[in-house]
């Protein structure tokens, strides 16, 4: 939280905060539990918040993830699309436009004050506050050079971008649910060793050492699958940037071979880890496609293809430089970098950067507290 109610709460909960935000997950879970097989399987669901190296990432967060999931997990009917439909008639009838495809070039900043943006096509759109949720490090990246040498933007850029990884996105017909594939999400680990969940190079391991499946169809409420009974899923590992790095000059649609051989390479592997898990649906797959972190730069901005934004450190955490207000007069930072990594931290960190300008909205916030989604009203 920005302001005095932040400085309040902080300074009250200053040793909690510290206590769990401020230490590891391998040093929490190590102190409380011996058992190796149970601390892995307390650590199965790292991968949501991209925490695959425990000892480097915050215990805080894996308690809000694990938290977060004992109610189960929520899907928007509809899909993704169902957030943008639902918020940019809001947009519109309070007065304001979305633009699509409006790439913005550079923050526009007069005596030290953000008061707009300058978009790819040399458009300026000006505005009395700026809210930038295109992650910490490309807002930094956006300023003039000048406040970009800020002891601010300095800590920012020391931050780590997040995990990065691949999506095999499979299309299947006929009745997957009494074949084996469910609603619930799926963690699948080929080891107990929990330092062991970066797929570091596919070119020499032919197995991920932890995959994730998941099968939105099923998930969704509004889905209609037709006599065909269309359905998707989605099988997801991460992996190191490093076998990457040397195309992240490529432009989509203009990789080099080499990149669509390794693409395909990782498209055979991930689809024969799912047939093992899965194996009553192989005859099922009609349809297979990849993004790699190279696809998730090109569609995102993301940093080195960052599945959650910048790393989920105990120093991240802890920073004064990761919240909503930022040192930049009429720029507030909003998404996952002001909070938490995901959907909902997402979220969060929009309604954060609002109640930044309007404090109102804090009561609102400790009435939603504990209740479901179903639940929430709207300040």
Same mark, same amino acid.
């Given at each position: 939280?920005?302001?005095?109610?932040?400085?309040?709460?902080?300074?009250?909960?200053?040793?909690?905060?510290?206590?769990?935000?401020?230490?590891?997950?391998?040093?929490?879970?190590?102190?409380?539990?011996?058992?190796?097989?149970?601390?892995?399987?307390?650590?199965?669901?790292?991968?949501?918040?991209?925490?695959?190296?425990?000892?480097?990432?915050?215990?805080?967060?894996?308690?809000?993830?694990?938290?977060?999931?004992?109610?189960?997990?929520?899907?928007?009917?509809?899909?993704?699309?169902?957030?943008?439909?639902?918020?940019?008639?809001?947009?519109?009838?309070?007065?304001?436009?979305?633009?699509?495809?409006?790439?913005?070039?550079?923050?526009?900043?007069?005596?030290?004050?953000?008061?707009?943006?300058?978009?790819?096509?040399?458009?300026?759109?000006?505005?009395?506050?700026?809210?930038?949720?295109?992650?910490?490090?490309?807002?930094?990246?956006?300023?003039?050079?000048?406040?970009?040498?800020?002891?601010?933007?300095?800590?920012?850029?020391?931050?780590?971008?997040?995990?990065?990884?691949?999506?095999?996105?499979?299309? !299947?017909?006929?009745?997957? /649910?009494?074949?084996?594939?469910? =609603? +619930?999400?799926?963690? %699948? &680990? #080929?080891?107990?060793?929990?330092?062991?969940?970066?797929?570091?190079?596919?070119?020499?391991?032919?197995?991920?050492?932890?995959?994730?499946?998941?099968?939105?169809?099923?998930?969704?409420?509004?889905?209609?699958?037709?006599?065909?009974?269309?359905?998707?899923?989605?099988?997801?590992?991460?992996?190191?940037?490093?076998?990457?790095?040397?195309?992240?000059?490529?432009?989509?649609?203009?990789?080099?071979?080499?990149?669509?051989?390794?693409?395909?390479?990782?498209?055979?592997?991930? !689809?024969?880890?799912?047939? /093992?898990?899965?194996?009553?649906? =192989? +005859?099922?797959?009609? %349809? &297979? #496609?990849?993004?790699?972190?190279?696809?998730?730069?090109?569609?995102?901005?993301?940093?080195?293809?960052?599945?959650?934004?910048?790393?989920?450190?105990?120093?991240?955490?802890?920073?004064?430089?990761?919240?909503?207000?930022?040192?930049?007069?009429?720029?507030?930072?909003?998404?996952?970098?002001?909070?938490?990594?995901?959907?909902?931290?997402?979220?969060?960190?929009?309604?954060?950067?609002?109640?930044?300008?309007?404090?109102?909205?804090?009561?609102?916030?400790?009435?939603?507290?504990?209740?479901?989604?179903? /639940?929430?009203?709207?300040?």
């Amino acid at each position: 939280m920005s302001g005095f109610p932040g400085d309040v709460y902080g300074l009250w909960h200053r040793r909690d905060v510290r206590k769990w935000w401020g230490r590891s997950t391998a040093e929490v879970v190590g102190d409380l539990v011996r058992d190796p097989q149970l601390r892995a399987a307390l650590l199965a669901q790292k991968g949501d918040y991209g925490g695959m190296e425990p000892e480097k990432t915050s215990f805080g967060m894996h308690a809000v993830v694990m938290l977060h999931y004992l109610n189960g997990g929520y899907y928007p009917a509809g899909g993704g699309k169902a957030f943008a439909e639902a918020l940019v008639p809001v947009i519109e009838q309070a007065g304001g436009a979305v633009r699509l495809n409006a790439k913005v070039q550079a923050l526009l900043v007069e005596d030290g004050t953000a008061i707009g943006v300058q978009l790819d096509d040399g458009t300026h759109l000006h505005a009395p506050t700026i809210f930038s949720d295109i992650g910490a490090r490309n807002t930094v990246g956006s300023l003039p050079g000048e406040l970009r040498q800020s002891d601010w933007a300095a800590e920012i850029l020391s931050f780590s971008p997040s995990v990065c990884h691949v999506t095999l996105y499979l299309g !299947l017909t006929g009745d997957i /649910r009494a074949h084996g594939a469910s =609603a +619930s999400n799926h963690w %699948f &680990h #080929e080891t107990w060793d929990m330092d062991a969940g970066v797929w570091q190079n596919p070119a020499e391991e032919a197995t991920a050492p932890v995959l994730f499946v998941s099968f939105p169809s099923l998930k969704d409420p509004a889905h209609a699958p037709g006599d065909r009974q269309r359905h998707t899923a989605e099988v997801v590992a991460i992996i190191s940037w490093e076998r990457f790095a040397s195309w992240s000059e490529s432009r989509l649609q203009h990789r080099p071979d080499e990149y669509t051989d390794f693409n395909t390479e990782i498209g055979r592997s991930l !689809l024969a880890q799912f047939v /093992r898990h899965f194996p009553e649906l =192989a +005859s099922m797959v009609a %349809f &297979h #496609e990849v993004s790699t972190p190279l696809t998730m730069s090109a569609y995102t901005g993301a940093q080195r293809g960052a599945s959650y934004g910048l790393e989920v450190s105990p120093r991240g955490f802890l920073s004064d430089s990761l919240k909503a207000r930022t040192p930049v007069p009429g720029l507030f930072l909003a998404g996952q970098d002001v909070t938490t990594p995901g959907v909902t931290g997402a979220m969060m960190g929009g309604v954060l950067s609002a109640a930044a300008i309007a404090h109102q909205i804090y009561p609102h916030l400790r009435q939603g507290r504990g209740v479901g989604p179903d /639940r929430l009203r709207a300040p």
